[in-house]
């Protein structure tokens, strides 16, 4: 769930960034390394998230998002909403992977025999 949520995040804020040049006056250049910056960054980290520092990462990354809204202020809330669906996404899937984990262990235990 947490690499949809930042491939749709990398979408959003990659929109943002013609928004940036034509409606607040934003340099050309500043736009486009802020926002396909940040939009790489969420779609490089989709691709990262077997690792535990690329979730650390997606948490900068919703930092940052928000932080757009500076420049166009819709971003604030489009920010906030991604970052709530992350964390929604991140910790339900840190329970489920819990889950997950204690029903095989309770498996394993009922097959060879051990009660646990």
Do not use: H, K, N
Not at 95 to 107: F, H, N, S, V
Request: proline share 3%; hydrophobic share 60%; glycine share 12%.
């Amino acid at each position: 769930m947490c690499a949809a949520v930042l491939a749709l995040e990398g979408i959003v804020v990659a929109l943002s960034t013609p928004v940036m040049v034509v409606v607040s006056g934003v340099s050309l250049g500043t736009a486009l390394a802020v926002g396909l910056g940040v939009a790489a960054a969420c779609l490089v980290l989709a691709g990262m998230l077997r690792s535990e520092a690329a979730y650390v990462a997606g948490w900068v990354v919703q930092v940052a998002a928000i932080g757009i809204g500076v420049v166009v202020p819709m971003m604030f809330l489009l920010g906030t909403v991604f970052a709530l669906l992350w964390g929604t996404a991140f910790f339900l899937g840190r329970r489920i992977e819990q889950d997950r984990a204690a029903a095989y262990a309770a498996y394993e235990a009922r097959d060879s025999g051990d009660p646990a």
